[in-house]
């Protein structure tokens, strides 16, 4: 519980205490102590470069006391308001206060106000051996304790049948799956589904297009490599032969009356779309259970009965039989403002329109816009995409009794989900007071030029076709590197550095086979593109970019996989030297037999580096309540900034003083053990040599 509350008041302070961290943050990665590994050199951080001992920083700054003062400065009736003049005033009194709180005790061990306001906490290193112990020892990190393990619905990735998955379905899977592997990770039941969509007009153009290219296609199915291209000559003749048209039509109705023949057509269809799909989920080691659109098509009905019979029918319009199309406008539109006057954030209404049936309803997100009315069923009996969602939303409650469901679709469709969840309350169907049903928006993907994202020629991306270059991007990085640390061993051997024999181990130690360099390459491109639309916050627009996506500075995944891959090797020198005096594997083993490991935590930046890999439960506190990923993304690139600066001040073996070595190899494991974890949840890959 102690722990619970100095962690939560800090979170209120995490902007401030962000900015306010010393230039230690950018330490430089390369360092050549004695026993720096031979191997896998990583660009340091941008702008590196820091000399001397960095201040200790295991501190977090709470502002706290500048809002309230702001707050207490707009009330007029607050009596004391003397007393707390500047923001000063008001942090010394809380600081004062705390004082009164045991409950922080062992948590923090100081508590300064500094001006214009910050209170700053700093945490104790009792407190940060203890979180480190924990994780060193068993080798695990541990999620949030006071999670209350829901039955979570997560509706993500969501691509069409026979249309481009495209680059915003590709965000919606990124993003869905860590979502997933993040509320996992902390005990909930997840169901993930893919709401495909596998229903609808388009089919009947398909099918009926399918019938002429293939007529003999029940007994000698085709094998339809390009959907796309068949899709656009459907389209095509769709659009230009009336009677094609009419035929699509038929197959239409004959599909949704379950004719046998066009099962097989609609299944053919979709099959080949699911094995496009799941090459790419199998590349991004995506899990998804695909719960399509047609899965809700027999209780679009019933959900229609259900709309009429718990939201109040206010009005019918009819446009007469020879009226012209003005006076329609004009009466169609007087009868939609009356309508509209009837819809209220609590009240949704129907009208028939023609009849159709829209459901009226106010978006809450907008409560000043005027109600959109969302069709249900068409005039000629059909329904829609929001039908759907409302049978869907339905079923997720009732049947799949989730308590909490999450919409990962791009923030184009907020409003349409919007007003089905509040739609959804007005059936009755769940209260928001139990159940969290919440959208997870996310932004357009745009090109360099800050436009959609299109190929050169303009076409959609395709993705195999991105995931492919990606892969080869990183495969020349990977050779690229490779070659520079061969080129450096050449080198020290001509100029007598080191001896034959030495240079040939060094080539030997570094080399890495095809079958490697294939394993880094797949792991480097699937991951810099995930990594990449993950760290930045989904709710604004994202750019693609190759060339950053593979920079090997800044917050990317090559970085972090080179530094990830440094630490391991790292670890394993380390544990080679100190088992020439200890048992290391032994030790290790003894550790996690207790779960508490022994740390001594002295220099610094070995305090730092402990405040950081123990931030990670909280943060994850922090992604349960906002949904962003981005901030674990954050968190890594932090915990790798804080690693070389460790790396560069401590020596992590040290033959003269074994306890100490001891320990520092637990941190280098404890920090290897939170960076694999978190590259866990958010889908990335990684390799332990690069
Ligand atoms: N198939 C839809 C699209 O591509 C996304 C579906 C999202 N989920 C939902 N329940 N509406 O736009």
Redesign the pocket.
């Known amino acids: 519980g102690a722990a619970k509350k100095a962690k939560k008041k800090g979170k209120k302070g995490k902007k401030g205490g962000k900015k306010g961290k010393k230039g230690g943050d950018k330490a430089a990665a390369e360092a050549e102590s004695p026993d720096s590994p031979a191997a896998t050199p990583v660009e340091a951080a941008p702008a590196a470069a820091s000399s001397g001992v960095p201040e200790r920083d295991t501190e977090y700054k709470c502002s706290v006391a500048l809002r309230l003062n702001a707050m207490i400065k707009k009330q007029t009736d607050f009596a004391d308001a003397a007393l707390y003049k500047s923001p000063l005033d008001v942090a010394n009194a809380i600081a004062a206060k705390l004082a009164e709180y045991p409950e922080t005790e062992g948590v923090v061990d100081k508590v300064e106000v500094v001006p214009p306001g910050f209170i700053n906490f700093r945490v104790a290193t009792s407190f940060l051996v203890r979180e480190l112990r924990n994780i060193a020892g068993t080798g695990k990190v541990a999620p949030p304790a006071e999670v209350k393990p829901v039955k979570v619905v997560i509706?993500f990735s969501?691509?069409?049948i026979a249309k481009e998955m495209h680059v915003?379905?590709l965000r919606s899977t990124i993003i869905g799956e860590s979502i997933s592997r993040i509320l996992e990770f902390c005990g909930f039941d997840v169901a993930r589904t893919n709401?495909?969509?596998d229903w609808g007009t388009q089919f009947g153009m398909l099918i009926a297009h399918l019938k002429d290219e293939h007529p003999n296609f029940v007994d000698n199915p085709p094998n339809i490599s390009d959907l796309q291209a068949f899709y656009r000559a459907a389209k095509a003749r769709f659009d230009a032969e009336p009677d094609f048209t009419q035929r699509a039509y038929s197959e239409v109705v004959a599909l949704q009356s379950r004719s046998e023949e066009s099962l097989k057509a609609w299944n053919l269809i979709c099959e080949v779309s699911r094995v496009e799909f799941q090459r790419i989920y199998d590349r991004l080691q995506v899990t998804t259970h695909e719960k399509g659109e047609s899965f809700y098509h027999d209780q679009l009905a019933d959900t229609v009965e259900l709309i009429k019979e718990r939201i109040p029918l206010v009005g019918t319009f009819t446009s007469g039989e020879d009226e012209d199309a003005e006076a329609i406008k004009e009466r169609r539109d007087a009868f939609a403002a009356e309508v509209a006057a009837q819809t209220s954030l609590d009240n949704s209404v129907l009208a028939e329109d023609n009849g159709a049936l829209c459901f009226w309803i106010v978006n809450p997100r907008e409560p000043n816009a005027p109600p959109k009315p969302l069709i249900v069923q068409k005039a000629d009996g059909g329904y829609t995409?929001a039908t759907t969602?409302f049978a869907?939303l339905k079923y997720r409650l009732d049947v799949e009794k989730a308590d909490w469901i999450l919409?990962v679709?791009?923030s184009g469709?907020a409003s349409h989900?919007e007003c089905i969840y509040k739609g959804g309350q007005h059936m009755g169907l769940f209260s928001a007071d139990d159940k969290r049903v919440e959208h997870v928006g996310f932004g357009v993907v745009v090109g360099e030029d800050g436009k959609k994202f299109k190929t050169r020629s303009g076409d959609v991306v395709r993705l195999v076709d991105l995931l492919d270059t990606a892969v080869e991007g990183a495969e020349k990085l990977v050779r690229s590197k490779l070659d520079e640390r061969l080129a450096k061993i050449d080198e020290q051997l001509a100029a007598g550095e080191l001896t034959e024999e030495e240079a040939a181990a060094a080539r030997e130690a570094e080399s890495m086979d095809d079958a490697e360099i294939r394993k880094a390459s797949d792991a480097i491109g699937h991951g810099c593109i995930k990594y990449a639309d993950l760290r930045c916050n989904r709710l604004n627009n994202y750019m693609f970019s190759f060339e950053r996506m593979l920079d090997t500075r800044g917050n990317t995944a090559v970085y972090l996989l080179y530094a990830y891959a440094r630490m391991c090797s790292i670890l394993r020198v380390g544990t080679e030297r100190l088992s020439s005096v200890l048992d290391v594997d032994a030790f290790f083993a003894a550790s996690a037999a207790t779960g508490a490991a022994d740390l001594i935590l002295t220099h610094p930046s070995e305090q730092r580096l402990a405040f950081t890999i123990a931030r990670f439960a909280e943060e994850i506190e922090y992604v349960l309540e906002t949904l962003l990923p981005s901030r674990l993304c954050e968190l890594l690139y932090d915990l790798s900034t804080a690693f070389s600066e460790f790396y560069h001040h401590c020596k992590v073996v040290d033959l003269d003083d074994i306890e100490v070595s001891k320990s520092r190899l637990l941190i280098v494991r404890a920090a290897l053990t939170m960076m694999a974890s978190t590259f866990d949840l958010l889908g990335v890959e990684y390799v332990g040599r690069l």
């Open positions: 509706d969501s691509p069409n915003g379905h709401h495909v969509g995409y969602d869907a919409y679709v791009d469709q989900l």
